[in-house]
């Protein structure tokens, strides 16, 4: 069974300041992860993904993530805040069982502070 | 690139009615839907698997007979809450798998009074 942890549900920084949400993972097979970003009242766009190719993907907006097997993790970050990114980050784990099934971690809310 | 429309974006109605959610891909054929509730500031909970011209896979402690689902086409997936009560309001998204890939409709703001 796969499962996705995000630490820290709220995270703010400054415009122009380092963003880094932390994402760890568990997966008995290899995975397929995946960052999501969410603005308010509408679905999850896709930010970046890894799928056993380039550890260091890099995504839309300037985002980037790096997949890191003996840490089990895929942080997301980007160099600079901007205050449109300000959103809902939600980072995920896929895993093909005969069919692919995502399981989502409970997100992490950025604020960019002015 | 792959677009998934789902509809409507908001409906309130009243309890004991019914609500029937679309979740379309414009653009491509999907075999699998999936339908996901999200309560305010929580992640994504997967309902269930929509599969085109089979029954759908529910989740554990998902009432399939609350949430009806009916994937009768390749670009098709339906959700019906039926007789809504006030604590099935929430955010309703679909999503299509395309390669892998999950591609998601805008959600659709249930409330119910």
């Known amino acids: 069974a796969q499962s996705v942890t995000q630490l820290g549900s709220h995270v703010s920084v400054s415009e122009g300041a380092l963003v880094l949400l932390r994402c760890n993972y568990s997966?008995?097979?290899?995975?397929?992860l995946f960052w999501y970003v969410q603005y308010p009242n509408q679905g999850l766009q896709l930010l970046l993904k890894y799928t056993s190719a380039a550890t260091l993907v890099k995504g839309i907006n300037g985002f980037e993530a790096e997949f890191k097997k003996s840490e089990t993790s895929f942080h997301l970050t980007k160099p600079s805040a901007h205050m449109s990114d300000a959103a809902e980050y939600f980072c995920a784990v896929s895993v093909n069982t005969g069919g692919f099934k995502t399981i989502f971690g409970a997100g992490t809310r950025l604020f960019v502070k002015a | 690139g792959a677009v998934v429309s789902q509809h409507p974006s908001w409906v309130i109605c009243k309890s004991g009615t019914s609500v029937k959610i679309e979740c379309r891909s414009l653009d491509f054929q999907a075999t699998t839907m999936f339908w996901y509730r999200q309560f305010p500031k929580q992640s994504l909970m997967l309902m269930a698997t929509s599969n085109e011209g089979s029954k759908a896979t529910y989740e554990q402690g998902v009432e399939k007979d609350k949430f009806l689902i009916n994937h009768a086409s390749l670009t098709l997936s339906t959700l019906t809450v039926t007789s809504a009560h006030p604590e099935d309001s929430s955010f309703y998204i679909c999503?299509?798998?395309?390669?892998?890939?999950?591609?998601f409709g805008n959600g659709t703001r249930l409330t119910v009074t």
């Open positions: 997966s008995s097979v290899p995975p397929y």
């Open positions: 999503s299509a798998s395309r390669q892998g890939l999950l591609h």
